[in-house]
């Protein structure tokens, strides 16, 4: 029989034509499938559940399975070399073996060796594993002397036999046979001759004709490469490809297998890896779970007999995956992903292979589903792309968690709507929705509603949602005008532009954004604890928050829009004034007198004096301050200098706020771990280090307390 190329054969039409031979050809991988290293424990081998499959769909309906395909080059005729599709079909060579040795029926001799072969030639089997030469002289033994000729022997008698030489057991390929001949012996116990029909006969392998060796060669590489364990990709393979009829769809498996090789990382020597993870973000969008086993997936799905329509969806999702890739280059897309990416690109599928797991599904899966379902609109998936980014903020920044939806809901949402606009304005009703986990069902918010009003400003709208700050999130806007007015919205957003801490061009006035800077550091910094060479301390650092999340800030941002500078360094300078009451004279919960702190510092707080050290920067400079860096004060007590005009070990033994601030400053530089270059007064007094006069320290401590006293 003439083997023509895509059609479908089943193991007796290819194992049984005279003169016929399945080879192996060298330039293939060895035998592995009954090795236990597959998984991801690499404890499992293959055969087992290969096998299960099989028995499975026996069980169930006993129709014919299309068992994926396998990919050959003929030459010259009768001689079929495989290039894919190896594994499954020694092992159903195996199979075919012992299912002879146990029922021993004709046909099954017949699918095995020839005739001729056995009675008149050199006895060789239909499958020739020519990956080595102790391979061919194997299975020929092995199909000769175990399989056909009648005898009690067991797959573990099978190394005692004299006709199994001692190369044998250096083969892998052979030692992994063995291992399968055990699994498949131990699991045939209870089987019936009727199975051995259905795998003759019902089992079918699609034949690709790849035309010759050289084309044959180059497939290999882009499927297999040597000495690998089977991929999942590999083992769910055949299942998927099943019992379909469609041979176009083993094609478009290969045309994703070779797109995937061709675009796979670096590290990456086959495709399987992309493969992978593509199948599971469609098997998670159909299925909505976060954690998914494919091959169970794939097993689930050939039971249903719905394989052929996964297969069709699959290629679906395939061809939207390139079109997402294609919206990439596009400059307003790029810009949506580098948002969500901490700002690095995103421009091919590796990088979205490289997408943190919760990015690709807040973000890539709704939008696979999305454009699967509505068609590749550009507009309408840059729409689309945007609110995922915003309800992605709505998870990953505390103040807006509460405004987060599900992934698994937002996939909810596509499967009942209709248009974008449905999508963007669903009204979310929990007990229209499989529940997914005890979260707010939230979606098309007041503020979304707003947004929805102004739509003829969109350009406008979406620049302001662009804003890191924001970053789709104009509930801080809608909050300070208390009002959907364009023109107020759009004054504050100017302001809040020019009030940015770090480039800060609301005025020129140095002072009064140094002032500002510094109400903002007060209020909202962090202390830290921390230990330098033996040294503990306690550390200021800049706030995290956004600039709108800063104390009182509707009312700062009120006074910027309305206030002149004057007006405006005053209200800052009467809050420097109060902080400096309630937040620096304390110790504890104690008001400490402005006086006893002057005299001996010891009576304010590490934590004040660290407060402290900024408001004296303030106080001490005309150039600008910008309060990033940390400001760090010893906690143990403050520390005590050595003057020049002493005996070496004497010390100043005076707690007065002079030598405090001295002090402090030689010693934390001393660690060689502080960088005060970015605070003058502390660039200062370390340039001083020990070589302080006691005149020197009274200079400096009255012109601090004189600075300080227009603050009490």
């Not at 259905?198 to 079918?204: D, H, L, P, R």
Request: charged content about 30%; hydrophobic content about 35%; glycine content about 4%.
């Amino acid at each position: 029989m003439e083997l023509i190329n895509t059609q479908e054969y089943s193991l007796k039409q290819l194992f049984s034509t005279p003169n016929r031979k399945i080879i192996i050809p060298d330039f293939q991988r060895d035998y592995c499938w009954g090795d236990e290293s597959h998984g991801e424990k690499n404890n499992k081998d293959i055969v087992s559940d290969f096998l299960d499959t099989l028995f499975d769909e026996f069980n169930n309906n006993k129709s014919e399975i299309l068992l994926g395909k396998i990919d050959a080059y003929e030459n010259p005729t009768n001689h079929i070399y495989l290039t894919d599709g190896q594994q499954r079909l020694t092992t159903l060579y195996l199979l075919i073996g012992m299912l002879h040795k146990k029922f021993g029926e004709t046909c099954l001799k017949k699918c095995l060796i020839s005739d001729f072969e056995e009675l008149q030639d050199d006895q060789e089997p239909y499958l020739q594993y020519a990956v080595r030469e102790t391979t061919v002289f194997f299975l020929r033994d092995l199909v000769n002397e175990f399989f056909i000729k009648k005898n009690e022997l067991k797959v573990s008698d099978v190394k005692n036999q004299n006709w199994f030489f001692n190369e044998y057991s250096l083969d892998p390929s052979i030692g992994s046979m063995l291992s399968a001949l055990e699994i498949i012996e131990k699991k045939s116990g209870d089987l019936t001759s009727d199975f051995c029909h259905f795998v003759i006969e019902n089992i079918k392998i699609q034949y690709y004709n790849v035309e010759d060796k050289k084309h044959g060669e180059e497939r290999f590489v882009i499927i297999n490469t040597t000495g690998k364990s089977l991929t999942v990709s590999e083992n769910i393979k055949p299942i998927l490809l099943g019992n379909t009829q469609n041979s176009e769809l083993a094609i478009q498996w290969e045309e994703r297998e070779t797109w995937f090789w061709k675009n796979k990382k670096k590290d990456e020597n086959i495709s399987d890896e992309g493969v992978n993870d593509f199948l599971t973000w469609y098997f998670k969008v159909k299925k909505q779970q976060e954690d998914i086993d494919i091959i169970k997936e794939s097993k689930f799905s050939l039971r249903k007999n719905d394989n052929e329509e996964n297969l069709n969806n699959i290629h679906i999702y395939f061809q939207v995956l390139k079109n997402i890739i294609l919206l990439l280059g596009i400059e307003k897309f790029q810009d949506q992903f580098k948002f969500i990416n901490d700002n690095k690109i995103v421009s091919n599928i590796i990088d979205l292979r490289e997408l943190s797991r919760e990015r690709q599904q807040n973000i890539l899966l709704p939008l696979l589903a999305f454009i699967s379902k509505f068609g590749f609109d550009t507009e309408s998936a840059y729409q689309f792309l945007r609110r995922l980014r915003k309800n992605y903020f709505d998870l990953k920044r505390k103040h807006r968690k509460l405004n987060y939806l599900d992934w698994k809901y937002i996939l909810q949402i596509i499967e009942k709507s209709n248009s974008l606009q449905e999508i963007l304005s669903f009204e979310v009703v929990e007990t229209s929705f499989e529940k997914i986990q005890k979260i707010p069902a939230l979606w098309y918010n007041d503020e979304e509603k707003k947004k929805r009003q102004l739509s003829e400003h969109k350009t406008l709208i979406e620049e302001w949602e662009d804003h890191p700050d924001f970053m789709g999130d104009l509930f801080p806007l809608f909050e300070i005008t208390q009002n959907s007015d364009i023109s107020d919205l759009e004054k504050f957003y100017r302001v809040y532009l020019k009030i940015n801490p770090i480039q800060f061009t609301y005025s020129t006035n140095i002072k009064l954004g140094n002032l500002y800077r510094l109400m903002l550091y007060l209020n909202d910094g962090n202390f830290e604890h921390r230990t330098v060479d033996g040294w503990g301390y306690c550390m200021r650092n800049k706030s995290g928050k956004k600039l709108f999340l800063h104390t009182n800030f509707n009312t700062i941002w009120k006074k910027f829009e309305s206030h002149s500078e004057k007006d405006l360094f005053e209200f800052f300078y009467d809050l420097l004034k109060e902080f400096f009451k309630t937040s620096v004279l304390r110790h504890n919960n104690d008001i400490v007198e402005f006086e006893d702190m002057i005299n001996d510092t010891r009576n304010i707080g590490h934590y004040e004096r660290v407060l402290l050290w900024a408001i004296m920067e303030f106080l001490n400079t005309d150039a600008e301050l910008f309060f990033n860096d940390s400001i760090a004060q010893f906690w143990e007590k403050p520390n005590l200098i050595r003057i020049k005009m002493e005996t070496p070990d004497s010390s100043l033994n005076s707690y007065s706020i002079g030598n405090l601030l001295l002090g402090t400053s030689y010693y934390n530089n001393k660690t060689g771990k502080f960088d005060y270059d970015k605070y003058p007064l502390m660039q200062k007094l370390n340039q001083k280090n020990s070589k302080i006069s006691l005149t020197e320290i009274e200079e400096n401590a009255n012109e601090i307390i004189s600075k300080l006293r227009t603050l009490n």
